[in-house]
Every structure is written in C-alpha cells, then in structure tokens.
C-alpha cells in the first residue's frame, strides 16, 4: 500500500503540457476577435498598398512598382475630386438632418406614450430590413410621380430616410440606458428644463448620438444604390464614379481616396476612446 501511494502522482500536480491549454482557454475570445478583426482589415490594407502602386495599363490589379505619384496628385483624374466633393456635401447634411430628427425621435420613443408607439418603433426599422433596390426603386418612383427634378435634393432626402433610422436606433438605446435620477436631481437642484437637457441629459446622450451621426455619414457616403436611383445626370457621387471607372479600368487615386478615408475614421475612433480613457482616469 505505501510503494502503490508512493508511486502515484500527488493530487494537485500538474503536467507542463496543460499550461498552453490553459492559456488557450483563458485568451480564446480575446484571439478569436483579433482574428476576426484581422480578416476585417485585409481589405483596408491591400487598398492602402496599391494606392502607392505604379500600374502598366488601365487596371491596377497587379504590382508593378512603388510610387507615390497618386498620393501627391490626388486629383489627377478628371471628375473625381468633383464626385468627392458632392458625396462629402451630400453625407454632410444628411448627417445632420438625420442626426436631429433621428435624436428628437428616439427621446419621444424612449420617454413618452402616445397612440400608435409601437407602430412607430417596427416602422423605424422597416428601412433598415428593406432591401436598399427596393427603397431606391420606391423613392425614385415617388420624385417621379411628384416631377420632382433628380438631382442633389432628391439624392438628399432619399438619405436621410435610409439614415435617420439609424440614428433612432443608437440614440434610443442611449436614452434608454440613462438614470433618470441624474435629470431628477438637477429639478431638485433649481434646473430649468432647458438649463437640465443642455447640462445633464445632452451630455448622457451624445455618446450615442455621435455613434449614430458616425454611422449616418459612413452609409451616405458609401451608399451607391440608393444614390444611382434618384441620382440626376449631373449629380455623379464618388460611389458612382469608382463604378463608372472600373468598367474602364480604376484609377490609382481612387486607392488613394479610400485609404484616406479609411485613417481619417480609424484616427477618429482612436481619438475618440483616448479621450475617454482620459475622462474615466481623471
């Protein structure tokens, strides 16, 4: 009995193979969601490698040699600039017009009861489940009827129905998930109404209304469906000019464009959360 207890391994020992295991278990999440943001990226970075590429031909398919001659004229190709400009203005307003109607909707939804809420809220987000050729397809109709000329205005209006749902849904979220306490304790404290939505409950809801004029802008500037329905014939955003393009063969700078774009977000993002590391350790 005791050359058998002696043999026997002790009980809390454990083997060196199981450390790596352990790990792995512990960190799986953590390595999934690095790799499925990893995979996300891909995309990004092959654009930002051949907007300083130096194609042959037409088609900037393949790498030929290095070159930055893209990123110092930018605007080199006739009408791209122009086609940028008008997408930028176009997600502009409609970022703001769907950010302060969307903000006023989501307050009323969240806040108050009335006849025909919960109608309001599955009809809020019927233009996020509809398919985009569809909504196109049914807002290009409705100018059509009402003569209305296509152009910037109907470009415009037909994004800030497709946004504005958008924004309802992240600033409601946001509202929802604030202590009302806070409102409460400012009244107590001699608030006005206004003094209280300006210094309690507008600072509680920006984060969410930023995510949702964040995601109105990436959609409106990216949107080419929509866009090509209710589109005019002078009115060719950069969506429709890149489409236009790669049947001819995609210019180099358009690569440029897109990597632009894509820093100008990642830094806004990373500004953003350094900014709030800073307020939660100060």
């Not at 300083?52 to 930055?68: C, I, L, M, Q, V």
């Not at 502009?92 to 806040?111: D, E, I, K, Y």
């Not at 409102?183 to 001699?190: P, Q, S, V």
């Amino acid at each position: 009995m005791s050359t058998t207890a002696q043999a026997s391994p002790r009980s809390g020992a454990r083997s060196p193979a199981a450390a790596p295991v352990r790990w792995l278990r512990r960190n799986a999440v953590v390595l999934v969601g690095c790799l499925a943001l990893a995979y996300l990226l891909v995309p990004n970075l092959v654009v930002l490698l051949f907007s300083f590429n130096k194609p042959a031909g037409r088609f900037n398919y393949a790498w030929r040699s290095f070159s930055t001659d893209a990123w110092t004229d930018p605007c080199g190709v006739a009408d791209m600039c122009g086609s940028l400009g008008l997408s930028l203005r176009i997600a502009l307003f409609a970022t703001l017009l769907a950010t302060v109607f969307g903000t006023f909707a989501a307050f009323a939804l969240a806040r108050y009861r009335f006849r025909g809420k919960s109608t309001t809220n599955a009809l809020i987000f019927l233009p996020m489940a509809m398919p985009e050729v569809v909504m196109g397809a049914s807002v290009g109709t409705l100018f059509l009827n009402t003569r209305i000329e296509f152009g910037f205005v109907t470009i415009l209006i037909a994004h800030v129905m497709f946004c504005l749902s958008f924004v309802v849904v992240a600033v409601k979220a946001r509202v929802m998930s604030m202590d009302p306490r806070l409102e409460e304790a400012a009244r107590d404290l001699y608030a006005g109404p206004f003094q209280t939505f300006w210094r309690v409950t507008l600072p509680l809801a920006a984060p969410g209304i930023a995510a949702g004029a964040m995601l109105s802008f990436a959609l409106s500037f990216d949107d080419f469906i929509i866009t090509q329905f209710n589109a005019g014939p002078s009115t060719v955003t950069f969506p429709m000019f890149v489409w236009g393009a790669a049947q001819r063969g995609v210019p180099v700078q358009v690569n440029v464009i897109g990597s632009a774009m894509f820093v100008l977000a990642l830094a806004i993002v990373l500004g953003g959360q350094i900014a709030a590391n800073r307020r939660k350790k100060s």
